[in-house]
């Protein structure tokens, strides 16, 4: 019923910029914590920001500070921000679409897109 699908990977220099973009479809956008999160290789999904159906945004120590986290509740989009890339960004990156207010636990969620890779080079 639920379809997440992202958009905006690519590769980028180090300190280069990408947003991020998840279209939501099939049930209530708005009734949604909604969420990012990255695999890079060798390494377990983590959580990197998080948007709760409230507008409470929450982000890893790690991006804090360069991602920015949106949504909007008229396209049902998901947004990434993400700034000052750094090459332990790499990543791919999935977007996530739960009932509950979830955080930044993957458990949390209910819906996952597909991912979308981003790379970035020093």
């Known amino acids: 019923q639920v379809q997440l699908v992202e958009s905006g990977g690519g590769s980028v220099q180090a300190g280069g910029s990408l947003r991020l973009s998840c279209a939501v479809s099939?049930?209530?956008?708005?009734?949604?914590?909604l969420a990012w999160f990255r695999q890079a290789p060798g390494k377990e999904r983590e959580g990197v920001s998080g948007?709760?159906?409230?507008?409470?945004?929450r982000y890893t120590d790690s991006v804090r500070g360069r991602f920015t986290v949106s949504k909007d509740n008229i396209s049902n989009r998901l947004y990434l921000q993400m700034d000052s890339l750094k090459p332990e960004d790499t990543a791919i990156y999935y977007c996530?679409?739960?009932?509950?207010?979830?955080?930044?636990?993957?458990?949390?969620?209910?819906?996952w897109g597909q991912g979308t890779q981003v790379t970035v080079s020093s």
């Open positions: 996530a679409a739960g009932w509950g207010e979830s955080g930044l636990s993957a458990f949390g969620y209910n819906f």
């Open positions: 099939g049930s209530t956008f708005s009734s949604f914590s």
């Open positions: 948007i709760s159906k409230f507008g409470f945004a």
